[in-house]
Structure formats: structure tokens, C-alpha cells
């Protein structure tokens, strides 16, 4: 059933991908987000951050760690049809082309 090359392997493989990358990646996407919309200071007021770890500090401390993780589904389920399709694709490419697989 989870033999190397089943469809099974494949979608737990790219799930499990889509995971990582989406853990990995949503805490700078929340930092970013939140240093772009931030106001603009008005003359001589200092800006609400100075800097990525600023933010990323000031968030934790006023909503929790978990801030961090805002939009981690919505990210997860983008993500993850692409991942399926694209591996799947470049395996089934990468061996009709070289007879090897790609991975």
C-alpha cells in the first residue's frame, strides 16, 4: 500500500511537505505582513517597529505565540494542491524522460 512509487506515498510525501514549508514560512509571512500594513509614523513619532525582530518580539508579547501562526490554513491548503501536483508531475516526467526517478 506504501510501497516506494504508490500514489499513496506520493500524497503523504507532498502533504507532509506542504506541512513543513507552510510551518516553516508563515511566521516571516506574518512579520512581513504586519511591518507593511504597520501606520506610517507621523513626524518625530518613532514607527510602531523598528525592524523584523522587533515585530516579531512586540507580536509574541501582545497576543501569544501562537500569533505567529495567523493564516497557517489558508497557506496550508494553498500550498498544498500545488505541492501534489508538481512532484507528481516532475516524477512522472523525470522518469518518462530518463527512466529514472527523480527523487
Excluded at 514549508?21 to 507593511?36: E, G, N
Excluded at 506610517?40 to 518580539?57: D, I, R, T, W
Amino acid at each position: 500500500y506504501f510501497g516506494k512509487d504508490s500514489g499513496p506515498t506520493w500524497l503523504v510525501s507532498t502533504l507532509f511537505a506542504s506541512f513543513v514549508a507552510t510551518t516553516v514560512s508563515t511566521p516571516f509571512d506574518v512579520v512581513k505582513s504586519r511591518i507593511q500594513n504597520m501606520p506610517k509614523p507621523k513626524a518625530g513619532e518613532k514607527p510602531l517597529y523598528s525592524g523584523m525582530f522587533n515585530c516579531f518580539a512586540t507580536s509574541i508579547k501582545a497576543e501569544g505565540p501562537l500569533v505567529v501562526f495567523k493564516g497557517f490554513v489558508p497557506a496550508f491548503l494553498k500550498l498544498t494542491p500545488y505541492n501534489i501536483i508538481s512532484l507528481t508531475l516532475t516524477e512522472a516526467l523525470m522518469t518518462a524522460y530518463t527512466g529514472k526517478a527523480a527523487f
